[in-house]
């Protein structure tokens, strides 16, 4: 067993440790008694039927010798990280060592020199298959692609022939619904059944943040819920609302069982799509790289960034510092290229291994942009989706992340990243206790999505803390966006 490997099994031996205890799962809200050492869900916990008994060993506690700030908390994302990286450094070795072996099917665009079956990414402990689409599917007036409307009509011929086309198997429309929603909407079990063999994004978050598990649950049908958790689905996934999709079994004893004990989950890899054709905007790269581009036919160059016109990528040095527009493209989830690799581009070689890659020489933002970029390319909703802000004051330039911000600096940033900016400010009468997508769990924004934003030195004389609504200065965002960005 090599190193990678021997890292690998002790990892998987400390997270079989942190486990809860009762339901043999991944900790949700993970406490510790202190005592014994055992780790256990909050609820798992609660619902325990020995109150103040471990349920594992037997041992006695106190209410104060419950640990809420653990290891298991504490480092989650820190051993997701790890792991992934170990599983890169592995990938990375196989293709090396056995590129001559691999057999498997190549699919190559000869007009651009992309191999599909080589651009595969490792992230969060899950493998993805990019592929880059010479075209784009027509949408209606409501968003839907061909496929999203042979999906909910039930024509499976019809679907095949699109998939093989290809076209984006997890395309939204514009209220949020991918085409694996609209069949679970139909009762379509064998649509569902093809478009999970065809390695569509499993939990792709809808309206709502329901995943096809909370949609398939919704609808009580047993046969699609089980179809989705024998390929894996998430349990844990919060809606809108906070719940899981387990909340809304409606205390069927079939749905419960089936939570309880899912039949084996087999890996896969999931498919995701880039277009094609690329539309990027250079920020403050050399000249002389921006004109190779601007001599590109399949590059569409533009010289500014406006909203209305489609862009699709953002072009930077890797030595650049943070800027206004570097956060705008990250938080509109533009794909980065550095200017450095501009080559590859031209020639057509589009894929970038994005969370081993160095965009940024900042760790922090570099950080950050990995995140941003997988994220839009998950098709998961932006950063502040969901969050209402009214913006108070700020007559004069506030310092977030070092850089000089007015009130349309941060109305701007808000917008990118999906937020809503309200002329009004909120009022508790008219505020309900949400669940934003990226809000952190324990946190005291967990349930928050209203925000009154003041200046630092001039806050005012009201200042709601309550679990729906609050007032937090500007500076609150250096945090705030720094801390959630590490959760995308």
Request: net charge neutral; hydrophobic share 35%.
């Amino acid at each position: 067993m090599d190193l990678c490997s021997n890292i690998l099994y002790k990892l998987a031996e400390l997270q079989h440790v942190l486990e809860c205890s009762i339901c043999n799962k991944k900790c949700n809200s993970p406490v510790r008694i202190k005592t014994c050492g055992h780790y256990f869900c909050t609820k798992c916990l609660q619902a325990a039927k020995t109150p103040s008994t471990c349920p594992k060993c037997g041992e006695l506690y106190a209410p104060t010798e419950l640990d809420f700030n653990n290891l298991a908390k504490e480092c989650d994302h820190e051993l997701l990280e790890l792991q992934e990286l170990l599983q890169n450094a592995q990938q990375v070795a196989k293709n090396r060592d056995n590129s001559s072996k691999i057999n498997l099917v190549q699919e190559e665009d000869t007009s651009l020199g992309i191999s599909l079956e080589a651009n595969i990414i490792l992230y969060m402990g899950k493998q993805y298959r990019v592929q880059f689409l010479k075209s784009q599917s027509k949408k209606n007036a409501k968003g839907e692609t061909p496929l999203h409307l042979a999906c909910r009509r039930n024509k499976l011929n019809e679907i095949r022939s699109l998939i093989n086309s290809p076209v984006d198997i997890n395309a939204k429309d514009y209220a949020g619904w991918a085409p694996l929603h609209e069949a679970i909407e139909s009762k379509a079990t064998e649509i569902v059944q093809y478009l999970l063999e065809n390695n569509c994004l499993l939990d792709i978050p809808g309206p709502d943040y329901l995943t096809p598990l909370h949609k398939a649950v919704i609808l009580n049908n047993a046969d699609i819920v089980s179809i989705l958790l024998k390929h894996g689905a998430d349990v844990h996934g919060f809606d809108y609302r906070g719940l899981k999709p387990e909340d809304y079994c409606e205390n069927s004893k079939s749905f419960n069982e089936m939570f309880k004990s899912p039949e084996e989950i087999y890996p896969k890899v999931f498919n995701v799509f880039l277009p094609g054709k690329v539309s990027l905007y250079c920020h403050s790269i050399d000249e002389a790289i921006k004109a190779k581009l601007e001599g590109c036919k399949h590059i569409n160059v533009v010289n500014k960034v406006d909203t209305k016109k489609v862009l699709t990528h953002f072009v930077i040095k890797k030595s650049h510092k943070l800027s206004l527009k570097i956060m705008q493209a990250m938080l509109e989830g533009l794909q980065f290229l550095n200017q450095e690799d501009v080559d590859d581009y031209i020639k057509g070689q589009y894929f970038i291994n994005i969370p081993q890659h160095t965009f940024f020489t900042n760790k922090e933002l570099n950080d950050g942009v990995q995140k941003a970029m997988m994220s839009a390319i998950l098709k998961l909703p932006k950063l502040f989706d969901g969050v209402n802000f009214h913006i108070e004051d700020h007559n004069k330039r506030v310092n977030v992340y070092n850089l000089e911000l007015d009130k349309e600096h941060l109305i701007r940033l808000i917008k990118a990243g999906g937020g809503n900016v309200l002329h009004r400010p909120p009022t508790a009468s008219t505020c309900e206790v949400v669940h934003p997508f990226f809000s952190i769990l324990g946190s005291s924004t967990f349930q928050c999505c209203n925000f009154i934003i003041y200046e630092e030195k001039h806050a005012p004389d009201l200042m709601y803390n309550m679990m729906e609504l609050k007032h937090r200065s500007s500076k609150w965002t250096n945090n705030t966006t720094n801390t959630t960005a590490r959760h995308l």
